[in-house]
């Protein structure tokens, strides 16, 4: 009794340490304590046949080998480390077993329901962006929005009753809105052309339904456009960014980002099989724009301090090259694959859509609590249709006997 009072104790403190700043420190080794306690070692044979474990501890152990031919002297930024972040995957899903699953689901939904709280109070009281309390960025929290946003999309299309159908469709459009009136475009678009992907994956078969929605979501998205100062504000910064471009001055949104991944394309093609090393982006970057072009980004360190590429696969590539690129693909499909074993490959499928798109723009997967949100939600998706599963084989056995008998 008091291990399981622990374990449940471990659990419910990662949950809501979760939307902590640097809330590893803290969580994981309690966690990983309760793991221990639960048997997770006799339990980790198991769990290496899960594919998304071991497409996390392939990523990690590229990264570590990467170290090998790395030169990232004098930086201490460490922005890689956060891909080690996703081992906490390993002893929260050993640890959800039927027992503690909707202890912990109740935990984590009355979390998010506090953090999106804590932001819609922040931005209607002084308009700011993000959660300023928690340390979260406006790119965080977008994030975090988006990720409910598709999770509710897909309960309104799984339920079957129409009360529950209503219920996810308001609590889908609501986030939305909240999405909308933050300043991330890139996660915004990555939302709205996931959770169409979604919907056709979800209504493909029913051709009138599918139309009706995507209709309906489109004009609910011309009415948030319309009447949310933010994105007009974005969408004239983004105008007058390109007119910047046009110019030759690269110190805004639009200019940092293709100048970075100009650089970084270029230092791929010098590295291509197995990249700059572990942890050498960013000071690849600040070295190499003094000549690269003769110097056109040299001035960029200024406008914004280097510590990634802004988009996933090119942060991956300068890491490992074509090492780092296939470890990485690696690592979307099993997650995928998790999904569909456990028979939620269109959740899967949406969720993986969402990561790949939310990467085009910025380092994604280094985010502080979006890539560990999805880990938990992941976790609690196939762990409880792994107990429907099992309840299911339980039921079909006590039928069969009792025919038998």
Not at 50 to 78: T, Y
Not at 151 to 162: E, L, P, T
Not at 188 to 193: G, N, R
Not at 379 to 394: G, L, P
């Amino acid at each position: 009794m008091q291990r399981e009072i622990f374990i449940r104790f471990a659990l419910l403190f990662f949950c809501l340490m979760l939307w902590v700043k640097n809330f590893t420190y803290l969580s994981f080794p309690i966690l990983v304590l309760a793991w221990f306690l639960d048997g997770g070692l006799k339990k980790f044979k198991r769990l290496l046949h899960e594919p998304l474990v071991q497409a996390i501890l392939i990523l990690c152990l590229a990264l570590a080998a990467g170290l090998l031919w790395s030169d990232f002297s004098g930086d201490n930024r460490l922005k890689w480390m956060k891909y080690f972040v996703l081992l906490i995957y390993i002893p929260f899903f050993s640890l959800l077993n039927a027992a503690r699953l909707q202890f912990v689901f109740v935990t984590l939904l009355t979390g998010y329901a506090c953090v999106v709280s804590i932001g819609v109070h922040q931005w209607l009281l002084t308009g700011a962006q993000g959660i300023t309390l928690l340390n979260i960025s406006y790119l965080g929290f977008s994030a975090i929005l988006g990720i409910g946003v598709v999770v509710a999309v897909y309960f309104a299309g799984a339920s079957r009753a129409v009360l529950f159908r209503v219920l996810f469709w308001v609590i889908a459009f609501l986030l939305f809105f909240i999405q909308f009136n933050q300043s991330a475009r890139g996660l915004l678009i990555a939302t709205l052309i996931t959770v169409s992907f979604l919907i056709f994956l979800q209504y493909r078969i029913n051709v009138k339904k599918y139309l009706m929605l995507m209709t309906s979501i489109m004009l609910v998205c011309i009415i948030f456009a319309v009447n949310s100062s933010v994105f007009q504000h974005r969408i004239a910064q983004f105008k007058q960014d390109i007119v910047q471009l046009q110019q030759g001055n690269y110190k805004t949104s639009v200019g940092y980002r293709l100048a970075i991944w100009d650089v970084g394309l270029d230092g791929i093609s010098r590295q291509p099989l197995l990249g700059h090393g572990t942890g050498s982006p960013a000071s690849y970057f600040e070295s190499n724009i003094l000549t690269y072009k003769g110097g056109v980004y040299k001035e960029l360190p200024e406008f914004q301090d280097t510590s990634h590429f802004h988009n996933d696969w090119i942060e991956m590539g300068m890491h490992l090259g074509l090492l780092g690129l296939l470890v990485f693909a690696f690592l979307l499909w099993s997650w995928y694959r998790s999904f569909k074993i456990s028979g939620l490959s269109i959740f899967g499928a949406a969720l993986m859509v969402f990561v790949f798109l939310a990467g085009l723009t910025d380092t994604f997967m280094l985010y502080n609590r979006a890539p560990v949100l999805l880990l938990v939600v992941t976790a609690m998706f196939v762990s409880w249709q792994n107990k429907m599963k099992i309840d299911a084989d339980k039921l079909k056995s006590t039928v069969h006997t009792t025919l038998i008998v």
